[in-house]
């Protein structure tokens, strides 16, 4: 049955390869909820399946479900009422231990096919997944349905085609000879066998559950390890429908499904340290906090980890030909999901003198107030800038902007609760645009929501000093800047490069610098503090599995 998947998506995962390699526009799924593309009654089905599981235990066939945990609160309307098998973090490891032995020995093929079944049919899920996203995380339900669907299932698909590309270099048998002069050769022939590491930890996060969780997952998955899911006790219910349908195609294939299983705790339990400290545990992928991931990075040493954390991400604006254009682009980046986006600007770094625009000199006041504006004018109908803002998903980024505010920097925007007309106790708040001079210390740590700093700097060349120290301190999965001077863009590319950060320039159109696509966009790029990895590149599958031989004279 497993061979029959790699057949059935071969021509998939050899568009996905190329399209890796040369890096243009591709997708395999459709990014639109269109009923064309998926269905005519997919999305009242989605959302039917969502409300049926409200309420209810979630039960995953074969798993121990005598004792049940999670408490999910949305953002939008309240306690999910969702429960979820809850195991021991000794059954969650035995249980995956007994299950990777099969799964170890069926090869690459077995591996890449399961893994793009499961890619497969996460996306004919992919309402029902958008439900459950858009009420555990706050977002909006086109980003759930986008980013938490179908852009996330491309992740994954990216991350299997990078392990196939990894260990379809290493040939199976090979027939080695030596020539030896007048003596006879020695031939030996030498078998290739690609060898996982063992169990991998994939830690969920809270905003993003799925779209940081599929790289990961499906890179251990298809390099044949198996994966243990753990999510944030806020967004449970996202991984649970993934776990569930991985484990029925792992079943269909002819393996135990426990190749995946769920390992669900409470807020105040240390489950995440249990499992990756367990010798057994040889891969871990996390999303999240700087003190968690470091932490990881320092004790779990019997683990390859794979860490994206907290950093500044920063936008320099030198010039522009279009300022308006300027400020509706970055205030988008702004409220998009209330900045609660790893890649959200923070920083807006323009000289204390004013820069140069077509229509003439502009002084720092107005660029400010430009911004500033445009943040005031995309928030202004709450019925539309709810399906931007989303809603704040931790009760802790609602406490920051009030500290935020407490600086008593000035307020150049003032974030304020806009009113959800559907969901009425949603906590919606628009952008906080505080102005900074460039000594204040607040701007050198991230203020993870809705907050944003316009700072004035001495010059340009100030600024690009200010973000690349920042970057190498701090680290930054975005950068952005605005510049109508060559020398200045080339000056803003090298010091980018120098960072180790992801550069976007001029962005005034539908492109963000808040957005990576799949395929083409590298997420994150483990040169500096914020990600010791990038999203997807060789790096990131290779070391999920080591080439043991075995030789032999003929």
């Known amino acids: 049955m497993s061979a029959d998947f790699f057949a059935r998506h071969e021509a998939l995962l050899n568009q996905a390869v190329a399209a890796a390699a040369t890096r243009g526009y591709w997708s395999p799924f459709t990014e639109m909820p269109s009923p064309r593309a998926y269905g005519e009654t997919a999305n009242d089905d989605g959302r039917a399946a969502f409300d049926a599981q409200r309420n209810k235990p979630f039960i995953l066939e074969g798993v121990d479900n005598k004792v049940m945990g999670g408490a999910e609160i949305s953002p939008l309307d309240g306690a999910l009422g969702v429960t979820y098998p809850k195991l021991t973090v000794d059954q969650v490891v035995q249980a995956a231990g007994n299950a990777w032995q099969d799964w170890r020995r069926a090869g690459p093929k077995t591996w890449v096919g399961v893994s793009l079944e499961i890619l497969s ?15 555990t995380t706050g977002q909006g339900f086109m980003m759930a ?59 969920g996060c809270s905003t993003f559950p799925t779209w940081n969780s599929y790289p990961g997952m499906f890179a251990s998955l298809a390099t044949g390890n198996a994966v243990i899911v753990k999510p944030h006790p806020g967004a449970i219910l996202p991984l649970a429908i993934t776990v569930r349908i991985a484990r029925e195609v792992l ?32 891969i871990i992928d996390f999303t999240g906090s700087n003190a968690n991931g470091t932490w990881l990075e320092n004790h779990a040493r019997q683990a390859q980890v794979y860490t994206e954390k907290s950093g500044v991400n920063q936008i320099v604006i030198d010039s522009a030909d279009d300022l308006k254009g300027v400020a509706r682009n970055i205030a988008f980046s702004l409220a998009l ?14 000289p204390a003198g004013g820069i140069e625009t077509s229509a003439g000199h502009v002084s720092f006041d107005e660029v400010a107030t430009a911004i500033a504006t445009a943040v005031q004018k995309l928030t202004a109908d709450p019925s539309k800038a709810v399906e931007i803002t989303g809603a704040i998903q931790n009760s802790v980024t609602e406490a920051r902007i009030e500290q935020a505010r407490a600086l008593g920097l000035p307020i150049l925007a003032d974030s304020v609760a806009l009113v959800h007309p559907q969901f009425a106790q949603a906590n919606v708040r628009s952008p906080l ?77 539908a492109v963000f610098v808040n957005q990576t696509a799949a395929f083409s966009d590298f997420h994150g790029t483990g040169a500096n503090p914020a990600a010791n990895a990038a999203l997807s590149d060789s790096a990131f599958v290779a070391n999920r599995f080591r080439v043991v031989q075995t030789r032999y004279h003929v």
């Open 337 to 350: 999901y209330s900045g609660q986006m790893c890649t959200a600007p923070q920083n807006i770094y323009v």
């Open 433 to 509: 645009v505080l102005r900074a001079d460039a000594t204040e210390p607040a701007i050198q740590k991230e203020w993870f929501g809705p907050i944003a700093f316009v700072v004035a700097t001495e010059s340009t060349d100030h600024s690009i000093a200010l973000a690349t120290d920042f970057v190498q301190k701090h680290g930054a999965l975005s950068f952005g800047a605005y510049s109508t001077n060559p020398t200045v863009l080339k000056q803003l590319q090298d010091a980018a490069e120098f960072a180790g950060v992801a550069l976007s320039l001029n962005l005034t159109g």
């Open 145 to 203: 349905f986008q980013a938490g669907g179908p852009h996330a299932q491309d992740r994954g698909v990216e991350a299997v085609a990078y392990a196939w590309q990894e260990m379809s270099r290493i040939p199976t048998d090979v027939q080695w000879v030596k020539p030896q002069g007048k003596n006879d050769p020695i031939s030996m022939h030498k078998h290739f066998s690609i060898v996982p590491r063992g169990l991998s930890l994939m830690i």
């Open 251 to 282: 079943r269909e294939a002819g393996f135990n499904p426990d190749v995946v299983t769920l390992a669900v705790h409470d807020a105040n339990e240390a489950t995440a340290q249990e499992l990756a400290l367990r010798p057994e545990v040889k």
């Open 121 to 135: 049919r996460l996306n004919r899920a992919s309402f029902e997944i958008a439900y459950a996203i858009h009420f």
